[in-house]
């Protein structure tokens, strides 16, 4: 073996271990395993479905490759965590990648009609502009008022994608099952999609699936730590 094996499988059992303390390999009851999921299964445990981390490793290796060759040429990559315990941090750190995203709710035509979602963001960032100018107090306290209901309700909705002014080179879902209309969305665009697939999950749906709890908060945060690094090292 030589040096550069030796320190790359190093590496691996150090990332392996660090994926096991942030409970990466917890998946669902055996009951709920989905038959696709089974090439990367490792065993039961109190009938709990464990991911085999080093199939993890292999395909989080293959996913940041396709990410860091994607974010090198200057392509955006759409985060999309819309259950509470991922919202905030999809949010954060997409924020933190310069890059969009959606934490709420996903609106029906995000992709298949961008379009039309795009003249809506257009609309918020245009109402925004106008308060921050001081030309909305020319109307009464109650249409103020109307306005920032709007302002409000629109970025919870679409404001995470203010910078996607053309359709995204990839989406990164933090759930396949949990983001399922985004997904096929984003197979009807032809869109790659990089996302994190739970033993309850079909990873066969997808370009390029992590296999990975897509509960906890811990794994969520690893993986997305993991990620984050990648782009911010390669972002062009």
Same mark, same amino acid.
């Given at each position: 073996?030589?040096?550069?094996?030796?320190?790359?499988?190093?590496?691996?059992?150090?990332?392996?271990?660090?994926m096991?303390?942030?409970? @990466?390999?917890?998946?669902?009851?055996?009951?709920? /395993?989905?038959?696709k999921i089974?090439?990367? @299964?490792?065993?039961?445990?109190?009938?709990?479905?464990?991911?085999?981390?080093?199939?993890?490793?292999k395909?989080l290796?293959?996913?940041?490759?396709?990410?860091? *060759?994607?974010?090198?040429?200057?392509?955006?990559? #759409?985060?999309?965590?819309?259950?509470?315990?991922?919202?905030?941090?999809?949010?954060?750190?997409?924020?933190?990648?310069?890059?969009?995203?959606?934490? +709420?709710?996903?609106?029906?035509?995000?992709?298949?009609?961008?379009?039309?979602?795009?003249?809506?963001?257009?609309?918020?960032? *245009?109402l +925004?502009?106008?308060? =921050?100018?001081?030309?909305?107090?020319?109307?009464?306290?109650?249409?103020?008022?109307?306005? *920032? +209901?709007?302002?409000?309700?629109?970025?919870?909705?679409?404001?995470? #994608?203010?910078?996607?002014?053309?359709?995204?080179?990839?989406? #990164?879902?933090?759930?396949?099952?949990?983001?399922?209309?985004?997904?096929?969305?984003?197979?009807?665009?032809?869109i790659?999609?990089?996302?994190?697939?739970?033993? *309850?999950?079909n990873?066969t749906?997808?370009?390029?699936?992590?296999?990975?709890n897509?509960?906890?908060?811990?794994?969520?945060?690893?993986? #997305?730590?993991?990620?984050?690094?990648?782009?911010? /090292?390669?972002? =062009?």
């Amino acid at each position: 073996m030589t040096k550069t094996d030796s320190s790359k499988s190093k590496n691996q059992e150090k990332l392996i271990e660090q994926m096991a303390e942030a409970g @990466v390999h917890f998946g669902h009851s055996k009951s709920r /395993k989905n038959p696709k999921i089974e090439p990367f @299964v490792y065993g039961l445990r109190n009938n709990i479905v464990i991911i085999d981390l080093q199939s993890t490793a292999k395909k989080l290796e293959e996913a940041l490759k396709f990410i860091q *060759d994607t974010v090198s040429t200057g392509g955006k990559i #759409l985060f999309v965590g819309l259950r509470p315990q991922s919202s905030e941090i999809t949010k954060k750190t997409a924020e933190e990648c310069g890059m969009p995203y959606v934490s +709420e709710r996903w609106l029906g035509g995000t992709l298949t009609n961008f379009k039309t979602i795009r003249k809506r963001v257009d609309h918020l960032q *245009d109402l +925004e502009k106008k308060k =921050k100018a001081g030309e909305l107090k020319k109307y009464t306290k109650r249409e103020q008022m109307l306005f *920032d +209901e709007e302002i409000t309700k629109l970025n919870h909705t679409i404001g995470g #994608l203010k910078e996607l002014n053309k359709l995204p080179a990839a989406i #990164l879902v933090l759930s396949i099952k949990h983001c399922a209309t985004a997904v096929n969305e984003s197979i009807r665009k032809k869109i790659p999609v990089i996302g994190l697939a739970d033993t *309850d999950s079909n990873p066969t749906l997808i370009d390029y699936p992590i296999p990975s709890n897509d509960d906890v908060t811990s794994a969520l945060e690893f993986m #997305l730590n993991q990620i984050k690094d990648c782009i911010i /090292k390669n972002k =062009k």
